[in-house]
């Protein structure tokens, strides 16, 4: 009421993050997503394979299509950008990981999966968590504003 009455009557509007605290998530994995995409994604005997050269430049690509998902105000293009993010954040470094397991030999032996791969993998899930998190409140507030103002 305080806010109103300063405002002139007009409610307060909200500030960022606008749909909690997992709009604010998705900044943060897609902002980790971006500087993982160029560190070591496997290392060998021989030295480390750079992100970028080995499909990193996708994972960069998505983590710039999320940024603007974590700060926009409409649900669904958030649930879209962070739906990005999620499926080439955990399938291409999936692709590299199994690409490694059937060319190079037994894990441990010959190679390790680097810093970024592992980053980059953690952050789709994290933006996976995210889709699933936005769709579920979405439904819950779809269920609240169809129950009549006499029902509540």
């Known amino acids: 009421m305080a806010d109103s009455a300063q405002n002139g009557g007009s409610p307060a509007r909200r500030r960022w993050p606008y749909l909690g ?15 993982a995409s160029f560190l070591p994604w496997l290392d060998t005997a021989l030295g480390s394979t750079n992100g970028a050269a080995v499909g990193g430049l996708y994972t960069f690509y998505a983590g710039l299509v999320a940024v603007p998902g974590a700060i926009l105000r409409r649900r669904r293009v958030v649930i879209v950008h962070a739906l990005v993010l999620a ?3 955990i399938g291409v470094p999936t692709w590299r990981l199994l690409w490694a397991l059937g060319r190079l030999p037994g894990l441990g032996q010959a190679w390790l ?4 791969l592992m980053l980059v993998l953690i952050s789709g899930g994290v933006a996976g968590w995210v889709v699933v998190s936005l769709v579920r ?16």
Do not use: E
């Not at 409140?137 to 029902?151: E, I, L, N, Y």
């Open 137 to 152: 409140t979405q439904a819950a507030d779809g269920r609240r504003s169809s129950v009549s103002p006499v029902d509540r």
């Open 21 to 35: 605290r997992p709009q604010g998530l998705l900044l943060v994995a897609a902002l980790v997503t971006m500087i």
């Open 113 to 116: 999966p680097g810093v970024g």
């Open 87 to 89: 499926m080439v954040g």
